[in-house]
């Protein structure tokens, strides 16, 4: 679950650092190779009679050979380059839809957007209600169901709405998550959630981040709940998935997991410095698939923060003054960062580029 320190005590303090975190986390320009620049527009997917608007952004390939600009500014994070209202190159072109994680924002994997913008992809983004940087109403965090059909509605919304459905392939539609948003994407593949499961484990594990976080939430924690939370939340109109260091593994029905029959990619990071416990999340997520179809991969440097941007020189030292101890999330998050998300990059674009 995004921007998680080893302790709840923490997430306060990650309050603040995720909207630092929202104004610009990514790559330097040009590092990318492709062959269109990255398009850039915001979204606004329409509220519904119980669920609020869903706010976000788009990044699609263009061609038209305006500057590249930032999103926005920081102190902290490296920009994003983008093309600010470009035209949509012509041709439909995949749509891979993205979902932030705790308390993070529809920004946290820009870096990665823009990238697959010039590889030839549409790439969607919208902030979680309940879940997201500004967001955190107790009663819409509780209703955890609502994050997978975010998912659902912003999909609908690409295919419906005449600004954008004319730029995606109903037919090629994939999903990457960062942490909750790889939690989120699991339930979208067809995981399904087991209250009295997740119970019994953190009964025998009542330390456990998620079980911390989720009761916390009272998640599932009435009749009512628990038959929305473990309702089927999946979309099988996305075809494959990415899914960065989750968290909530614990949470699924093992019988869930092994009918699971989309390809999942799935990244575990070894550098345990979130809270998350590999052996419970991703490492036990892989095992529980299918023997074919998927791949887990475990970069050995690999760590939960480096899903985040890349951070300017001097960002460190900027939070390590303003928030002691969120300074963490750009720990290694230079040069060494860019590095593995160059890795990161070329793993999803070629994953979702299989037949």
């Given amino acids: 679950m995004t921007s998680l320190l080893p302790s709840l005590a923490r997430i306060s303090g990650l309050t603040r650092i995720g909207a630092l975190a929202c104004f610009c986390l990514g790559l330097a320009a040009g590092a990318e190779a492709g062959g269109y620049d990255p398009g850039f527009r915001q979204l606004e997917v329409p509220a519904t009679e119980n669920r609020p608007r869903l706010q976000g952004f788009l990044w699609y390939p263009a061609e038209d050979s305006r500057e590249l600009a930032p999103i926005h500014d920081s102190k902290v994070w490296e920009p994003v380059p983008v093309a600010k209202g470009a035209t949509p190159a012509a041709g439909r072109f995949p749509l891979v839809v993205l979902s932030h994680g705790l308390y993070g924002n529809a920004l946290n994997q820009s870096w990665l957007a823009a990238a697959l913008a010039r590889q030839g992809f549409a790439v969607a983004a919208i902030s979680h209600p309940g879940t997201s940087t500004w967001s955190r109403d107790p009663e819409l965090s509780r209703q955890l169901w609502q994050r997978p059909r975010d998912i659902s509605r912003l999909i609908d919304y690409l295919l419906s709405a005449p600004e954008t459905r004319g730029l995606t392939d109903p037919q090629r539609i994939y999903m990457a998550g960062h942490s909750l948003g790889g939690f989120t994407a699991a339930l979208l593949a067809g995981a399904r959630y087991d209250a009295e499961g997740l119970e019994r484990f953190c009964t025998a594990a009542p330390d456990d981040l998620v079980c911390s976080i989720l009761n916390g939430w009272q998640v599932a924690q009435t009749p009512e709940d628990r038959q ?27 019988e869930s997991l092994a009918a699971i029959r ?41 760590a939960h923060f480096d899903f985040l941007g890349q951070c300017k020189p001097g960002g460190f030292e900027i939070l390590a003054h303003a928030e002691p101890g969120d300074e963490i999330i750009c720990a290694g998050g230079g040069a060494e960062r860019a590095a593995k998300h160059q890795q990161i990059i070329a793993e999803v674009a070629a994953f979702f580029s299989q037949p």
């Fill in 228 to 254: 929305e939370m473990e309702a089927d939340l999946s979309d099988p109109r996305i075809k494959a998935f990415a899914l960065f260091d989750l968290g909530g593994t614990q949470s699924f029905a093992p």
């Fill in 262 to 302: 989309r390809p999942l990619l799935i990244f575990g990071a070894p550098v345990m410095n979130s809270g998350l416990t590999l052996d419970r999340e991703s490492r036990t997520l892989a095992a529980a698939l299918p023997a074919s179809g998927s791949r887990y991969i475990e970069p050995e440097t690999l």
